[in-house]
């Protein structure tokens, strides 16, 4: 059964700590996004890619957070350094061109 | 139950009855219009999609209709079960970047 899967579930650090988030994309996906959720403000687009190429970063604060596709079966979010603000729930999600997104089981984040 | 999406973001409803979920877009140009079901803990999970150049589709017990006129979309499901009770998203897309809405939290009475 296909799935995006997430790694870290869970992942409690301090602030000023780097954090790095990886995402597998289901095989044959061309598209992965980067979501992050929090109560106050719902489901936030951070950053997205096309065929590994990054279409569309504005929604990620460019000082602290960096989003990358080493290749095609990986994506990666860091953030460096972590401030409690960026307590929250991360979403990678992949699709096709056509096609809905899966999204994976989420990456929960807090900083202390 | 009707809800108006992000003006009214819980709808409550009895266990049988159907259900009707809002939700207004902002984009004229989307041309992809997803609904997702977020249990807790979980990530979004698809229910039903529809394209720009349909206004009604449907799946097993729910409905999406969308109006392009007024950038208005819902969801219907028939008959709500226990199993509905989350939160629904609606989602647009533009350009393959799919923005999603504030949420509806369902809750179903027994």
């Known amino acids: 059964d296909a799935r995006v899967t997430q790694t870290p579930r869970h992942k409690v650090t301090e602030m000023g700590q780097e954090v790095t988030m990886r995402c597998q994309p289901i095989?044959?996906?061309?598209?992965v996004f980067w979501y992050r959720q929090t109560m106050m403000q719902g489901l936030e687009l951070l950053a997205y890619f096309r065929n590994r190429a990054p279409l569309d970063d504005s929604g990620m604060p460019k000082d602290r957070f960096s989003a990358e596709m080493p290749d095609a079966t990986l994506a990666t979010l860091k953030i460096q350094p972590s401030e409690p603000r960026d307590s929250a729930v991360y979403f990678c999600?992949?699709?096709?061109?056509?096609?809905?997104?899966?999204f994976g089981e989420g990456s929960r984040l807090t900083v202390l | 139950g009707e809800s108006v999406g992000l003006h009214l973001p819980t709808l409550s409803v009895q266990e049988g009855d159907n259900s009707i979920i809002n939700c207004a877009y902002s984009n004229s140009a989307s041309d992809y219009f997803i609904w997702y079901k977020q249990e807790s803990g979980k990530g979004p999970q698809f229910i039903i999609d529809i394209r720009s150049n349909m206004d009604k589709r449907q799946g097993q017990r729910v409905t999406v209709l969308l109006n392009k006129t007024v950038k208005h979309l819902s969801l219907q499901i028939a008959a709500t079960q226990p199993g509905d009770s989350a939160v629904y998203f609606c989602?647009?897309?533009?350009?393959?970047?799919?923005?999603f809405g504030a949420g509806t939290t369902v809750t179903v009475r027994a």
């Open positions: 989602a647009e897309t533009t350009d393959y970047k799919l923005s």
């Open positions: 999600a992949s699709g096709t061109d056509t096609g809905e997104l899966f």
């Open positions: 095989l044959g996906h061309n598209t």
